[in-house]
């Protein structure tokens, strides 16, 4: 079993569409949980960031965590085209090592 | 505020040859970090730096992957003799250690033909 498991998609949802991306993990010891958005050819960048459970909203973005069914989810109200990209999430065991495992990434597409 | 630098950005090479990545990170952060994307795949840590000692090397292909941070600023990653399975993106990020979050570049892409 992977320690992060995701979707790889592809997702296509219309214009507009709320959508929803998901990771789901097996090591509780997870502290911080981050997404990431990769373009074609480009390098991951960061979206958001979240410590422990609970929920972080950023404009059209929200993060949610769910420590005790290892789910973690990033929802995109009222998508657009400019958001068809490649959602990676991340997490991080400790504050010391920093050290970070990503799932493999949902292809996200928003069609015009 | 300049990103994370790379280069080269794109490399193709034939087996067995040997290929270097230079990597530039964020001013002022400690923490650089090596990745591996091999197509359709996630990130995969292969060798993390603080400051110029290295934290985990765990995943690191020892026999063919070599790395070094010297005085603690930028870092080379280095595979010699290369081999088909190597074609993928190479990623460096860098952190500071506040808000637990790393920053990448824009990534090595490697074809071994």
């Known amino acids: 079993q992977k320690e992060v498991e995701q979707d790889p998609g592809p997702l296509s949802v219309p214009e507009g569409a709320i959508v929803s991306l998901n990771c789901t993990y097996s090591?509780?010891?997870?502290?911080?949980f981050m997404w990431y958005r990769q373009y074609s050819r480009k390098g991951p960048e960061l979206l958001m960031y979240?410590?422990?459970?609970g929920n972080k909203e950023d404009g059209r973005f929200t993060a949610q965590v769910d420590k005790s069914s290892k789910y973690i989810s990033l929802f995109i109200r009222d998508s657009q085209p400019s958001d068809s990209a490649t959602y990676l999430c991340?997490?991080?065991?400790?504050?010391?090592?920093?050290?970070?495992?990503f799932g493999t990434g949902t292809r996200l597409k928003v069609l015009a | 505020e300049a990103g994370v630098a790379q280069s080269p950005r794109y490399k193709i090479i034939e087996k067995r040859q040997s290929v270097a990545f230079w990597c530039n990170p964020i001013?002022?952060?400690?923490?650089l970090y090596w990745y591996q994307q091999i197509l359709g795949q996630g990130p995969k840590l292969l060798i993390q730096?603080?400051?110029?000692?290295?934290?985990?090397d765990s995943q690191l292909p020892k026999d063919r992957f070599s790395a070094e941070r010297l005085k603690g600023v930028d870092s080379t990653l280095k595979i010699q003799p290369a081999k088909l399975e190597d074609s993928a993106v190479y990623l460096c990020?860098?952190?500071?250690?506040?808000?637990?979050?790393?920053?990448f570049g824009e990534g090595s892409w490697l074809t071994v033909v």
């Open positions: 990020a860098s952190g500071t250690g506040l808000r637990n979050t790393i920053y």
């Open positions: 090591n509780s010891a997870f502290q911080y």
């Open positions: 979240t410590y422990s459970s």
């Open positions: 991340a997490m991080s065991l400790t504050s010391g090592t920093y050290k970070y495992i």
């Open positions: 001013s002022g952060h400690a923490t």
């Open positions: 730096f603080q400051n110029n000692g290295v934290v985990d």
